[in-house]
């Protein structure tokens, strides 16, 4: 294991444990926020939106590179017609299954089993998406 | 509007942020999610779209950031989880079709809740706020149609 390994696992465990904390690991909360009647996941993203801004915006103001090595660089990119229908597509699947990437994997590590076809079928669509789909537009 | 508060969801936000801005500021690296199911079949896929050079760069620390994002999970579950562990009831038909296109929607779209949501907002790109808009609005309406449909 080398730092940036080490760094990512321990950051990863409070990912984890912030998305099992907040709820976002159950389907049915993120469910009941896309049907309106519980909006708490909307503090989820903007209070991890807002600290994130500080590390991506204020820190690099009193350090000049990561302290590990590279670079660093917000993640900014350009707007094509794909970004909107993935978007789309994704929403969809999300008000379908109350799932996304990060809170379905986290998901396992609350005993969430029945989480493995949707993490499965995930795989299926990254799969399908680069087999049927061209790159670079 | 809030039927279990506010307090879990802000708190659960700011220690995601918090690993988040902590893999940023140590390495520079953006922790999102959905490039994992990418840069993990490149150790599956020959296809060129997932050879790709930066996929192949990425895969290990994406790997291990989610075995992290378990881990943090099971940390929970064990210590400050009210009621242990947890297992959904949303339906397995529901599960995988909703997987199925938010695997293939997210990599369309390079990014999901925490790569337009977290770390794209945070770094004021309007890209990632056309696509949050986007993945919001038809996340709502789905979910209300099912709910008219009846579907439980």
């Known amino acids: 294991m080398n730092a940036r390994n080490i760094t990512a696992y321990g950051g990863g465990i409070l990912f984890g444990f912030g998305l099992a904390y907040s709820g976002m690991t159950r389907s049915e909360i993120v469910l009941s926020f896309l049907r309106l009647d519980d909006l708490g996941l909307i503090f989820v993203m903007g209070g991890a939106a807002v600290v994130t801004f500080v590390a991506i915006n204020v820190v690099p103001k009193f350090m000049k590179a990561p302290a590990l090595g590279g670079t660093f660089r917000p993640r900014v990119s350009v707007l094509t017609r794909n970004t909107l229908i993935g978007a789309a597509i994704f929403g969809t699947g999300w008000g379908i299954s109350g799932l996304c990437p990060g809170s379905a994997v986290a998901s396992l590590g609350t005993g969430n089993w029945p989480i493995i076809a949707g993490l499965t079928f995930m795989f299926l669509g990254a799969y399908l998406r680069g087999r049927f789909i061209r790159d670079g537009n | ?152």
């Open chain 2, 1 to 152: 509007m809030f039927p279990l508060g506010i307090e879990p969801y802000l708190i659960g936000g700011i220690i995601i942020g918090l690993g988040v801005s902590i893999i940023y500021i140590l390495t520079g690296l953006h922790a999102t999610q959905s490039s994992f199911f990418t840069t993990t079949l490149s150790w599956f896929s020959k296809l060129p779209h997932f050879q790709d050079k930066r996929n192949i760069g990425e895969r290990d620390w994406r790997l291990v950031l989610c075995l992290g994002l378990i881990s943090g999970a099971v940390l929970y579950t064990f210590t400050l989880s009210p009621s242990g562990m947890f297992v959904t009831g949303v339906d397995p038909w529901r599960l995988a079709l909703g997987g199925l296109l938010v695997g293939f929607g997210t990599r369309l779209s390079n990014g999901c809740t925490s790569g337009h949501g977290i770390s794209g907002l945070a770094s004021l790109s309007t890209t990632s706020l056309y696509a949050v808009i986007t993945f919001l609005g038809f996340g709502i309406i789905t979910a209300h149609l099912l709910e008219f449909m009846g579907v439980s």
